[in-house]
């Protein structure tokens, strides 16, 4: 199959800016809580309103595909995130935030599912996995990246004096004065609109859903979730998003609370060394994953994940700020594992499957939200506490997963695409 390579450039460069704008939440909760004046649940409703539109979409969108094909619903979905985020720019308030974040989420759900059978057809089958792990270290990239773009902007936004960065004065006329952070989402408004032309001027291929691929009839899904495997993997990648979600939202205002650090400076590189050092853990999960077997290299690594959640919340602040990133680098193996245990232990319908199981992505709406509730009520530092719930559950998987196929070569980018 000849590969096509600016398609290929274009998702990866996709795949960046999913990440560029789904990950940055957390930085953004101290700043939204002090300006907003809410509490930590009401501001739990925000990552809560994003991750929930995954439930929506997901399944709604491979529909979309198979019925309008890939690139009129990519088209949409960045005009659907382009909206949400100009709606939020133009209009900061809390309600806004809550309709903007169910906006982009449901653009990036939609492009999710679209994109990764493109890079399929477009890269090569023969090259899948490799193009897959691409992708995924560049989400990454993004996600560590994203975290120093806002700070640059709101330290810079904030400074008394005139700045002869044009960039910095463009957004000072945009943006309320006492409201640095809005300038991340007329940033992503450009980003949206650029994408939308983009996908518009390219020619992408016509692309065959395999059998993994495509999205069954309902019957389907209803056999399916007459087996108790599903049932349980469809909880496990629950519990992972919501342990990557629960943790990453809530590192800056946990180090601004309890030991004092700055969220617009501290608190904000250690969530981007987060999901730095959860792209690096992923490439040591891979090495892992070519001698140990899979279950094995889980228990292992959620164990090591319990540790270091438990110095981040009981530790001295220096120790937290090395240990919450590393949560991260310990985290990463465990969505490609259970979601490659999953597939490996139906025998058939992987498609209607993998869609079900991208819907736990859900997952990252319900977690953080009940941390905020809890912290309202016991402290912040006690509602994290319920990500010892997850973790456990993530861990029992290791131990009561009997897969049909055992591979201790598993092909990881290709199940990594909803992260």
């Not at 952070?181 to 980003?191: A, N, P």
């Not at 949206?192 to 993994?212: T, Y």
């Not at 006690?382 to 719930?389: D, E, K, Q, S, V």
Request: proline fraction near 5%; hydrophobic fraction near 55%.
């Amino acid at each position: 199959m000849k590969r096509n390579y600016y398609i290929v450039s274009l998702i990866f460069l996709i795949f960046f800016v999913i990440s560029f704008l789904t990950n940055i939440i957390g930085p953004l909760i101290p700043d939204i809580i002090e300006d907003f004046r809410l509490s930590l649940t009401m501001v739990a409703i925000l990552p809560f309103a994003f991750f929930i539109a995954y439930g929506v979409m997901s399944i709604p969108a491979g529909i979309m595909i198979e019925k309008y094909r890939e690139k009129p619903v990519l088209a949409a979905s960045f005009v659907m995130a382009f909206g949400g985020a100009l709606i939020l720019a133009l209009f900061p308030n809390y309600k806004t935030a809550i309709v903007s974040l169910f906006m982009i989420g449901s653009g990036m759900a939609m492009i999710q599912v679209a994109i990764n059978p493109l890079l399929r057809q477009a890269g090569g089958e023969e090259h899948f996995a490799f193009n897959s792990t691409v992708a995924q270290l560049i989400f990454g990239l993004a996600s560590f990246f994203s975290p120093w773009v806002y700070s640059y902007l709101v330290v810079n936004l904030e400074k008394g004096q005139p700045d002869p960065n044009w960039i910095i004065r463009v957004f000072r006329f945009l943006v309320p004065p006492d409201l640095a952070w809005v300038s991340l989402y007329w940033l992503f408004t450009l980003i949206a609109f650029l994408m939308v032309i983009v996908v518009l001027l390219s020619r992408l291929p016509k692309v065959q859903l395999s059998d993994d691929e495509k999205i069954g009839a309902l019957d389907t899904h209803l056999k399916l979730l007459r087996n108790p495997y599903v049932i349980l993997f469809f909880l496990g990648i629950f519990a992972y998003v919501g342990t990557e979600q629960g943790v990453a939202n809530w590192i800056s205002k946990f180090l601004s609370s309890y030991h004092g650090y700055d969220p617009q400076t501290t608190g904000a590189s250690t969530v981007s060394w987060f999901w730095g050092l959860m792209t690096a853990g992923g490439l040591l999960g891979l090495v892992f994953l070519k001698i140990m077997d899979s279950r094995k290299v889980l228990v292992i690594f959620t164990l090591a994940a319990i540790f270091c959640l438990t110095l981040s919340l009981f530790g001295s602040g220096p120790v937290a700020l090395i240990s919450f990133p590393l949560v991260g680098f310990f985290a990463s193996v465990m969505y490609p594992v259970i979601f490659s245990l999953a597939l490996n232990s139906v025998a058939e319908h992987h498609g209607s499957f993998s869609g079900i199981l991208v819907t736990a992505i859900v997952g990252g709406a319900v977690v953080p939200l009940i941390v905020g509730g809890l912290g309202d009520l016991l402290g912040l530092r006690y509602g994290l506490l319920f990500i010892y719930l997850t973790l456990g559950y993530i861990l029992s998987i290791g131990f009561w997963a009997k897969p049909l196929i055992v591979n201790k070569t598993i092909e990881i980018g290709r199940k990594r695409e909803a992260a």
